[in-house]
């Protein structure tokens, strides 16, 4: 492989990630904004942490139609996880705990999920078959998500090429995870069975950056129909990334498209380095097929040690063992990610697979000084039999975890001989991730014998094409010509509000500046005094702005007429002030000038501006500042 070594996250070129060979593509998750979830009729984004009901189950692993069982499968039985649902009366029914079949999917859900699809210019299916996918961590409790492909072969633009949008499926979406420690993996259902769609991109993407822009283009696409539930887990990506002689790693649940970049480098760099140790153990001779390794209990040897974590495990009663891996001397200090290393990889199997979950869940010979004396080790080393070129891995916990763990520190060492094993990755909040699962194969999908084929008529297509938003990049070239503001563009362009804008300007010639700085700028100011700019809709901003372009309505009377709007929760043409006759304001004028003749003034030079503010607040609504200074010369 090339001699190439990762550089600071900060220091990585183009000329770099193309070096390493760096591919990248995307797997989008959006929740869909309905009253109600995909195949049944609970309510949709009913949130709760109250919980009237506990069902604890146990999955097991079933043969596909092939008679093989899913890797992921096998590996979450490994666990042997107990699994708590926390249920909600108001929010789940029997069907999200496989007690009752399902329903026919929601259709407002499929008509807002193929709008997405004609967004994204894919060929839409003209039938829809559900398919079920095996989930085995518990986070469906029927085991099995239901998932449907609706659309194909689309794409973006982006800088100079397209994005291959490879395809797009409805499916519901997952519990709430609340905890997982141990054996005991305890969710929340109240968000199980809501609908959401799935967009997969092609690997087109070339650098860490390129990644998270595109991610934000497709994200700002679907937004731009008004029909996607916004705010924390709305919205998840998972992120598929490889380099040249590595593998395709999935990392899941990516929540904010801002840590995209450090979790891309970090996995490029894994990858790359772990390329780098296969060849440092072919180079001791150690391959696939000539690894080597020993399991031995050590538990009356480490019984007095004085490393806390062992010596509390032992009066516990639990058992240590150590793992021998023949000539791994060193490598468990191997860099991996940023500030992490080989042992890493090894703890997180230990981890997410024995349940061992205590961290620290083992310690190493490589790293001596941290742990057990130097006395200990060379007892342990003589009663496993290892050598200098050795490395020794300790691990403890009942026996049961014991010998699931020494199993899978085995089989991940072997592992490096080879490379990069397929696994999904958890995003971490530092950047880098961790071990989650296998990577799950084909033999987890399976068709849903309990729903028949949903036809998608072209009557239906043209239908959903009527109110079909412009791609919200066509709209933004279109603002960049009227010269609005900047920062209002891509705000606009994926607004409620797009539309009537275009109406403000093509039909009522309102200009575009301050059309888009009320419709954009004004709710900001307003939410900062923390009130529910929520009420503001199309209608209420409709009325708004023809009370200003027919007169009754200052530009500063907008403001208040929206913040009064929102006090009342509609608009009231009440709202509005009397219009003001030329002598009307003359009298306003004449009388404020007077109140202000009575009091002393700091600095007289002043009054104007004194007179002009006190009369600007008594006619704001209805008179122009400008106007007003023209009046008071």
């Known amino acids: 492989m090339k001699d190439f070594?990762?550089?600071?996250?900060?220091?990585?070129?183009?000329?770099?990630?193309?070096?390493?060979?760096?591919?990248?593509?995307?797997?989008?998750?959006?929740?869909?904004?309905?009253?109600?979830?995909?195949?049944?009729?609970?309510?949709?984004?009913?949130?709760?942490?109250?919980?009237?009901?506990?069902?604890?189950?146990?999955?097991?692993?079933?043969l596909s139609e092939l008679g093989e069982y899913d890797g992921t499968a096998l590996m979450e039985f490994k666990t042997k996880k107990d699994i708590l649902y926390r249920i909600n009366r108001e929010s789940v029914c029997t069907y999200e705990m496989d007690d009752t079949p399902p329903f026919l999917i929601n259709d407002d859900a499929l008509d807002i999920a193929l709008q997405c699809g004609i967004l994204f210019d894919c060929s839409?299916?003209?039938?829809?078959?559900?398919?079920?996918?095996q989930y085995l961590d518990g986070s469906i409790p029927t085991g099995f998500q239901r998932t449907a492909i609706f659309a194909l072969d689309?794409?973006?633009?982006?800088?100079?090429?397209?994005?291959?949008?490879?395809?797009?499926?409805?499916?519901?979406?997952?519990?709430?995870?609340?905890?997982?420690?141990?054996?005991?993996?305890?969710?929340?259902?109240?968000?199980?069975?809501?609908?959401?769609?799935?967009?997969?991109?092609?690997?087109?993407?070339?650098?860490?950056f390129e990644v998270a822009e595109v991610a934000e283009i497709c994200a700002n696409l679907v937004r731009s129909t008004g029909n996607v539930r916004r705010g924390i887990g709305a919205a998840r990506e998972d992120v598929n990334v490889s380099v040249e002689g590595g593998t395709r790693i999935e990392i899941k649940g990516v929540p904010k498209i801002g840590r995209i970049?450090?979790?891309?480098?970090?996995?490029?760099?894994?990858?790359?380095?772990?390329?780098?140790?296969?060849?440092?153990?072919?180079?001791?001779?150690?391959?696939?097929?000539?690894?080597d390794s020993k399991v031995g209990d050590i538990t009356r040897i480490v019984k007095k040690a004085h490393y806390q974590p062992i010596r509390t495990a032992t009066e516990q009663g639990m058992v240590v063992k150590c793992v021998v891996l023949r000539k791994y001397a060193g490598l468990l200090r191997w860099q991996t990610q940023t500030d992490t290393y080989l042992s890493k990889e090894i703890s997180d199997r230990v981890r997410v697979i024995a349940c061992l979950t205590n961290i620290p869940n083992i310690i190493h010979s490589d790293s001596k000084g941290d742990t057990l004396t130097s006395a200990d080790w060379q007892n342990i080393k003589r009663a496993v039999g290892a050598n200098d070129d050795d490395t020794m891995v300790l691990v403890w916990g009942s026996e049961t975890d014991t010998e699931t763990a020494a199993k899978e520190i085995i089989i991940r060492a072997r592992e490096a001989t080879?490379?990069?094993?397929?696994?999904?990755?958890?995003?971490?909040?530092?950047?880098?991730?961790?071990?989650?699962?296998?990577?799950?194969?084909a033999d987890r999908m399976y068709p849903d014998t309990d729903l028949p084929p949903t036809r998608i008529t072209e009557e239906r297509l043209k239908r959903?094409?009527?109110?079909?938003?412009?791609?919200?990049?066509?709209?933004?070239?279109?603002?960049?010509?009227?010269?609005?503001?900047?920062?209002?563009?891509?705000?606009?362009?994926?607004?409620?509000?797009?539309?009537?804008?275009?109406?403000?300007?093509?039909?009522?010639?309102?200009d575009p500046t301050l059309a888009a700085v009320v419709l954009i700028q004004f709710p900001k100011r307003l939410k900062k005094k923390d009130v529910n700019i929520k009420i503001l809709?199309?209608?209420?901003?409709?009325?708004?702005?023809?009370?200003?372009k027919d007169g009754l309505l200052s530009r500063d009377g907008i403001l208040m007429a929206m913040e009064k709007s929102?006090?009342?929760?509609?608009?009231?043409?009440?709202?509005?002030?009397?219009?003001?006759?030329?002598?009307?304001?003359?009298?306003?004028?004449?009388?404020?000038?007077?109140?202000?003749?009575?009091?002393?003034?700091?600095?007289?030079?002043?009054?104007?501006?004194?007179?002009?503010?006190?009369?600007?607040?008594?006619?704001?609504?209805?008179?122009?500042?400008?106007?007003?200074?023209?009046?008071?010369?």
Request: charged fraction near 35%; hydrophobic fraction near 35%; glycine fraction near 4%.
């Open 5 to 62: 070594l990762f550089k600071p996250f900060e220091e990585m070129t183009d000329k770099d990630y193309e070096t390493v060979g760096f591919k990248s593509g995307l797997e989008i998750h959006q929740q869909l904004f309905t009253s109600k979830k995909l195949f049944c009729r609970c309510p949709a984004g009913k949130y709760s942490e109250r919980y009237d009901a506990e069902i604890l189950r146990h999955m097991r692993p079933t």
């Open 566 to 633: 929102i006090e009342k929760g509609k608009f009231y043409p009440e709202l509005l002030p009397k219009p003001l006759t030329a002598k009307e304001l003359e009298k306003i004028i004449s009388e404020t000038n007077n109140e202000i003749s009575k009091e002393k003034l700091f600095n007289n030079e002043k009054r104007k501006e004194v007179l002009l503010g006190s009369v600007m607040n008594k006619v704001r609504m209805s008179v122009e500042g400008k106007i007003l200074a023209e009046k008071i010369h």
């Open 537 to 548: 809709d199309v209608e209420i901003m409709r009325e708004i702005l023809r009370s200003y």
């Open 261 to 291: 970049p450090h979790l891309t480098y970090n996995e490029a760099m894994r990858q790359w380095n772990l390329l780098r140790l296969r060849e440092e153990l072919h180079k001791r001779g150690v391959t696939k097929e000539t690894f």
């Open 154 to 208: 689309g794409k973006i633009p982006y800088k100079n090429r397209q994005i291959d949008i490879v395809q797009m499926s409805i499916e519901e979406d997952s519990c709430r995870e609340v905890s997982d420690a141990g054996h005991l993996r305890v969710y929340r259902t109240d968000r199980l069975g809501m609908p959401l769609i799935e967009t997969v991109t092609g690997p087109n993407m070339r650098t860490p």
């Open 124 to 133: 839409i299916v003209d039938e829809l078959h559900i398919a079920r996918k």
């Open 464 to 510: 959903l094409r009527v109110n079909l938003p412009e791609q919200f990049w066509k709209r933004e070239k279109w603002y960049r010509e009227l010269k609005i503001p900047e920062d209002t563009i891509l705000p606009l362009s994926i607004s409620k509000f797009a539309e009537l804008f275009k109406s403000f300007v093509n039909d009522w010639k309102i």
């Open 418 to 441: 080879v490379g990069v094993p397929s696994e999904t990755r958890q995003a971490l909040r530092d950047g880098t991730n961790g071990f989650e699962r296998i990577l799950p194969g």
